[in-house]
């Protein structure tokens, strides 16, 4: 996003949530006697963002832009977007989101698996404002380029991320395919930066992987819910039991969320009878999501979960906990309890707003909480990086072979 297009929206943002003071050094007198003239309606519909009184307001500031400001052209289309993601921004709500329409194109591609990246997952570190390098894909340009898991995202092809919303800075990492671009990263133990360029290339989305390992104990990691993630949990689940599973370790570590209906899915087959989860929206209506019970796991289990562990994730490894149908191992979970939903608009444009929370079979809402394990373990982060050992899949795999 340019410097220009920041202002602009930096300034629409705030136009409908406070006065704009403007001294008549910087404004045209006539402009802010106009202004005053018609303040003294500013009561007649205060309960409506939209009306007479805030579209005069924005008329008078794109004046005021017209009339004085300095720099290059300003582009009408993104002040016109600013509007509504000021609008849409107002309602500090990390997850509700404004989309054009050539965002919500660029979206929809990415919910239908149409991937041109760097082949790994980001995640926001709240604490400091910071995205963060996940899993990073075998094969993947990130690993080819040196990229490490935790590494901190300073800039992305030279722009600040500090404080983006976790769509925008992944929509700058984002790209045609065979273009690249030059990530600045903070690796923990460094004082220093370093720039690493990546590649982007067209990265496959598997979601699900699989492996047998000692002891017939079988190891499932789930990166994300997609529509593509229930037939590969599915074929996991054959093979895990086809090589005679005794039991499961199933890893939700950094596991952003995704989508509800695969959670859903992916859950039916693992629990018994009964409530999966439940959402209520803003009337209070309820809506329950149930099981079946036809494929209820049988063999213990052991959930990997830790603060990079989100929203559906949540929803599974909570459901898990209330039936006590495995072992919540790792540290506590992110806590987003909200559901979204796209609202599409159209011109092709949508908007992304938090329209539910959801409840875990026992009625608990976990958001700005998280879910705390049943047994808390941190990730021996220096050990892992140095040597490859994952000390909390050593745990999971000890309490499967001795039940202790």
Same mark, same amino acid.
Not at 55 to 77: P, S
Not at 343 to 371: F, Q
């Given at each position: ?32 006697? $106009?202004?005053?003239?018609? /303040? ?14 805030? @579209? ?13 400001? #300095? ?22 709500? +990390? ?8 965002? @919500?194109? $660029? ?20 604490? &400091? %404002?910071? #995205? ?8 993947? +340009? ?37 273009? /690249? ?9 460094? #004082? ?43 074929? #996991?689940?054959? @093979? ?7 039991? &499961? ?8 969320? %995704?989508?509800?209906? *695969? ?19 803003? *009337? =209070? ?7 079946? %019970? ?22 599974? $490894? ?11 191992? =790792?540290?506590?979970?992110? %806590? ?13 444009? $949508?908007? /992304? ?7 875990? +079979? ?43």
């Amino acid at each position: 996003m340019s410097d220009k297009r920041k202002f602009v929206n930096g300034l629409l943002s705030g136009l409908l949530l406070a006065v704009i003071i403007v001294s008549a050094t910087f404004a045209g007198r006539e402009a802010v006697a $106009a202004w005053k003239e018609h /303040k003294g309606t500013e009561s007649a519909a205060a309960d409506e963002v939209v009306n007479a009184r805030t @579209m005069q307001k924005l008329q008078l500031i794109e004046e005021l832009i017209e009339e004085n400001y #300095a720099l290059d052209m300003v582009d009408t289309k993104a002040m016109e977007n600013g509007i509504y993601q000021g609008l849409v921004g107002s309602l500090d709500d +990390p997850y509700s989101v404004y989309y054009s329409a050539e965002e @919500m194109e $660029a979206q929809q591609e990415k919910l239908d698996g149409v991937y041109y990246g760097i082949g790994a997952y980001v995640r926001l570190d709240e604490e &400091l %404002g910071l #995205a963060r390098l996940g899993e990073i894909f075998d094969g993947s +340009p990130a690993q080819e380029s040196g990229l490490l898991e935790g590494d901190l995202i300073m800039r992305v092809d030279g722009q600040y991320t500090k404080n983006m919303s976790l769509d925008d800075v992944v929509g700058l990492i984002k790209g045609e395919e065979g273009t /690249k671009v030059v990530l600045t990263i903070m690796r923990e133990g460094e #004082a220093d930066t370093r720039e690493v360029e990546v590649e982007r290339r067209e990265v496959p989305k598997q979601t699900v992987s699989y492996e047998m390992l000692d002891h017939k104990i079988a190891y499932i990691r789930i990166t994300e819910f997609d529509k593509v993630t229930v037939d590969q949990f599915t074929d #996991a689940m054959a @093979m895990a039991k086809g090589s005679g599973m005794l039991g &499961l370790i199933l890893d939700l570590r950094n596991n952003p969320g %995704g989508n509800l209906a *695969a959670v859903i899915d992916v859950a039916r087959k693992l629990l018994p009878k009964g409530l999966v989860v439940y959402t209520e929206d803003k *009337a =209070g209506k309820r809506q329950d999501y149930n099981c079946d %019970g036809e494929n209820e796991l049988t063999v213990p289990m052991v959930v990997l979960v830790n603060e990079g562990s989100a929203s559906a994730s949540e929803v599974l $490894a909570g459901a898990i906990k209330d039936y006590e149908k495995g072992k919540l191992l =790792g540290t506590t979970t992110f %806590g987003k309890g909200i559901v979204q939903k796209y609202l599409s608009i159209s011109d092709g444009s $949508a908007v /992304k707003l938090t329209t539910s929370k959801y409840y875990t +079979p026992k009625g608990s809402n976990i958001h700005g909480i998280g879910i705390r394990p049943d047994e808390e373990l941190e990730l021996d982060y220096e050990r892992y990086i140095e040597e490859g050992y994952d000390n909390q899949l050593e745990r999971a795999k000890e309490i499967l072979i001795t039940g202790e």
